[in-house]
Nanobody, 126 residues
Framework: QVQLVESGGGLVEAGETLRLSCTASGRNFISYGMGWFRQAPGQSRDFIAAVKPGGKYKYYSGAYRGRVSISRDDAKNSVFLEMNGLSPGDTAVYYC???????????????????WGQGTQVTVSS
């Protein structure tokens, strides 16, 4: 079973830049498509960004006005998310997901992913 662990959340101030990390167990990280989602209380888990194996192809939700960036470091079994210009509306639990068979996946759906981390809480205060 692949384990994913997110880190970097917590209480942050509005206007700050957030950098989240997700580290995976196992030896097949290089083959995974990786994605970031977030879920506010009482809401759905919504797509933020994804990156395919190799890191060349990245996909972003249009809801973030270009203020989000995803990257991966296969040597560290890690994927990262940076989000600029935080506001209270960004308060949510942020999750990373891993897709084993990612060649033909759109990466925007929860069902595209085989493994999920426990999530990291991000609370933005003003």
């Amino acid at each position: 079973q692949v384990q994913l662990v997110e880190s970097g959340g917590g209480l942050v101030e509005a206007g700050e830049t957030l950098r989240l990390s997700c580290t995976a167990s196992g030896r097949n990280f290089i083959s995974y498509g990786m994605g970031w989602f977030r879920q506010a209380p009482g809401q759905s888990r919504d797509f933020i960004a994804a990156v395919k194996p190799g890191g060349k192809y990245k996909y972003y939700s249009g809801a973030y006005r270009g203020r989000v960036s995803i990257s991966r470091d296969d040597a560290k079994n890690s994927v990262f998310l940076e989000m600029n210009g935080l506001s209270p509306g960004d308060t949510a639990v942020y999750y990373c997901g891993a897709a084993e068979n990612s060649a033909n996946l759109p990466f925007g759906l929860i069902s595209d992913y085989d493994y999920w981390g426990q999530g990291t809480q991000v609370t933005v205060s003003s």
